[in-house]
């Protein structure tokens, strides 16, 4: 009862912001992402008599009962599994990513995903992709999505248990060779508000709430339709504009929710002034710092060289669209 898995974190081109039911993690909004290669989440679980208790190692570091990371995200999720496969055991689960945690590089989307494809080796659930999706949305809402490589969409469903509210690939990783994504971490810090709060926090208190979900689903049109016709600036244009409406909704939250630092802010300054000197860049920005300046291939040498100016970086990482979630031999423990 033992296995592991790796699944690529994934970049939302339109965003899933605010849930409509809070047990079942179902959004109000149904979202488009690009899943990542080379940026992931090793997870290897183990359900055994010899646990008297849920053991949770993420980074080298073991989070007990009591902190939010064990009590509000694992448990919650071992519970679900283990009331939904009848398996009594408790469980050991050692997690590993090769990029920083909770800094907005949406860690929980990878690490439940590979959490959710371990789990059903591990247990011999035998699920269909889908299902899986369905599985790993229970851990964390944007973690349905990194099941699958390539473009992908999680339909939010309309059912109240939740049994179509699950992804679906648009195209594969290598349908569109050319899409590069440069992520920019612009602070390596753990942000203050995750995002299951933060969409809380949103959904209750924003005066423009409303005004995301009335456009929500013309951007969702827009980006399919960009991606379907490798049509960059339909996609960039449509992942920008809908960046910003999500984080005006942040930003008119109370008390208000501003995840940006100065680097974030130059490094939307510059992607708006290289666009207007010709040369085709757009941004997105999740729940955290990071920027993640979308590029055609051809450009990213001349992004790479520009971006050396801006001081404030940490570090930059170039990517393209990615595998999706499956089962290594490799164990961590
Ligand atoms: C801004 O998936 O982290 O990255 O479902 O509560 O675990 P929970 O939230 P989470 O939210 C991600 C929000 C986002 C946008 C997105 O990935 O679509």
């Not at 590069?180 to 390596?188: G, M, N, Q």
């Not at 939307?268 to 291939?297: H, M």
């Not at 450009?299 to 790479?304: M, W």
């Not at 520009?306 to 930059?316: D, G, W």
Request: net charge positive.
């Amino acid at each position: 009862m033992k296995a592991s898995a790796i699944a690529n974190l994934n970049i939302a081109l339109v965003k899933y912001w605010g849930k409509r039911n809070k047990e079942l993690i179902l959004p109000k909004n149904s979202s488009i992402s690009v899943t990542i290669e080379g940026l992931f989440s090793h997870t290897t679980v183990e359900f055994g008599e010899e646990y008297k208790d849920d053991i949770f190692v993420l980074d080298g570091k073991e989070f007990k009962r009591g902190s939010e990371e064990y009590d509000e995200y694992i448990e919650k999720f071992l519970n679900f599994v283990r009331q939904f496969s009848k398996i009594n055991f408790r469980a050991k689960i050692v997690s590993k990513n090769n990029f920083p945690p909770a800094a907005g590089l949406a860690s929980s989307a990878a690490g439940f995903a590979a959490l959710a494809t371990a789990i059903n080796k591990a247990l011999n659930l035998a699920l269909s992709q889908t299902e899986l999706s369905i599985l790993a949305r229970r851990g964390s809402g944007s973690a349905t999505r990194s099941i699958f490589g390539g473009f992908v969409e999680w339909r939010k469903g309309v059912k109240e248990d939740g049994s179509d509210s699950s992804a679906v690939q648009i195209v594969p990783p290598d349908y569109w060779p050319d899409f590069r994504i440069l992520i920019c971490l612009t602070s390596k810090k753990e942000k203050k508000i995750k995002s299951r709060a933060g969409m809380e926090q949103t959904v209750k208190t924003s005066p423009y709430y409303r005004a995301w979900l009335a456009t929500v689903d013309e951007d969702l049109k827009k980006a399919k339709k960009g991606i379907l016709e490798k049509n960059f600036t339909l996609v960039g244009k449509t992942a920008e504009e809908n960046c910003l409406k999500m984080h005006a909704t942040m930003i008119t939250t109370y008390p208000p929710i501003i995840y940006w630092n100065e680097g974030t802010i130059e490094v939307i300054r510059s992607v708006l002034n290289w666009r207007e000197g010709g040369l085709e860049t757009y941004f997105t920005i999740d729940a955290g710092p990071q920027v993640k300046i979308l590029c055609k291939e051809l450009d990213v040498s001349e992004v790479k060289k520009r971006l050396k100016n801006i001081k404030t970086l940490e570090n930059t990482i170039l990517a393209r669209p990615g595998r999706g979630a499956r089962i290594t031999k490799r164990h961590l423990f």
